[in-house]
């Protein structure tokens, strides 16, 4: 009898508890992405589907993006809690339209913009560009860029020969030859050999961050009035996005985050989706983060800088910001 009792009791305290940790009070949350969520974006999806948002007193929504120049003037004018979105169009929006909005951890620390062309056309490096036909998307930074790799790769920018076409049509024009070679982020790489092989071709990708691009890229951003007067939520929601990209990046989880997006957005394949995941995570988690060096999400001066500088001179910027104006390490759950 005493013994029941005991149990009976222990089993209304542990329904006691986990009623009152549901009942937890939550806050609504939106992070809205800079492009349609795809396998890149596995650890927010994670941290989603596991509740560790949930934990940290959030509820996050997940909003699908138009564009990093987009995403930047919706957080900017409440639309959201935070974004993601290209650094150059960060600091771009500060320098030219004085846009106050702040990184509060980087995510891609290198650029993926890479040139796809097809194995075989004998264009095995940067320098092999010259002369060749590309294809572009109007307003495309992998062109804005392209200076910038000629450079270091010691050709000249004004050989290659620029086909604007809709971003729908890159792949299929690089697929069939109709041009040498066809500018994607990274991530794309898995979707894009997949279509490639059912043509009978392979797809060979010439990054601009192997050819010596040092710079971030995606960064998580929020306006800087937020930041100031109420820090909590996105401390919150860092923490549990940094346990998500640990969690989802790790190599033995590289499927299981790309289903996490799956989850909510079934029309993505799911190949292609952990393909562009396990590409992710070699930009964010890159060698100084996983030597020691820096901790997750953490912004370095020296980076910063040299970003900055790259931005105002490629991008023509009005003029050059200052690191504080665009960055900040101290939302961040470790810091070194």
């Not at 996050?60 to 120049?69: E, H, N, P, Q, T």
């Not at 912004?299 to 991008?315: L, T």
Request: glycine share 8%; charged share 25%.
């Amino acid at each position: 009898m005493i013994a029941r009792f005991v149990t009976t009791l222990v089993a209304l305290i542990a329904l006691a508890g986990l009623a009152q940790a549901q009942s937890k009070p939550v806050r609504p949350f939106t992070f809205i992405l800079d492009f349609l969520p795809y396998g890149e974006y596995a650890p927010f999806f994670t941290a989603l589907d596991k509740g560790w948002y949930r934990e940290e007193g959030l509820d996050v929504k997940i909003l699908r993006g138009a564009g990093s120049g987009d995403t930047v003037k919706r957080i900017a004018v409440g639309q959201g809690d935070v974004g993601s979105a290209d650094f150059s169009a960060l600091v771009g929006a500060r320098a030219n339209e004085d846009i106050r909005v702040k990184a509060i951890a980087a995510y891609f620390r290198r650029p993926p913009h890479s040139i796809f062309v097809r194995e075989g056309t004998g264009i095995n490096t940067p320098r092999d560009l010259a002369g060749k036909t590309l294809a572009i998307t109007p307003g495309n930074s992998h062109k804005t860029l392209f200076p910038l790799l000629a450079k270091l790769a010691g050709f000249d920018a004004e050989s290659v020969k620029w086909v604007t076409m809709d971003g729908a049509a890159m792949g299929p024009a690089l697929i069939t030859g109709r041009v040498d070679g066809a500018p994607f982020f990274a991530n794309h790489e898995a979707r894009l050999q997949k279509q490639a092989k059912t043509q009978g071709q392979t797809l060979k990708r010439i990054s601009y961050a192997d050819a010596g691009f040092d710079m971030y890229s995606l960064v998580l951003f929020a306006k800087d009035d937020v930041i100031a007067k109420d820090p909590e939520p996105l401390r919150a929601f860092l923490r549990a996005t940094i346990r998500g990209m640990k969690y989802a990046f790790a190599p033995e989880h590289i499927e299981e985050g790309a289903r996490a997006v799956i989850k909510l957005n079934p029309e993505i394949d799911l190949d292609a989706a952990a393909g562009a995941t396990s590409v992710a995570s070699r930009y964010a988690l890159t060698e100084e983060v996983t030597s020691g060096k820096v901790a997750i999400g953490q912004f370095e001066p020296a980076r910063v800088e040299r970003s900055r500088d790259i931005y105002s001179e490629y991008f023509q910027l009005k003029r050059k910001v200052t690191p504080d104006e665009i960055v900040t390490n101290d939302l961040l759950p470790q810091r070194k």
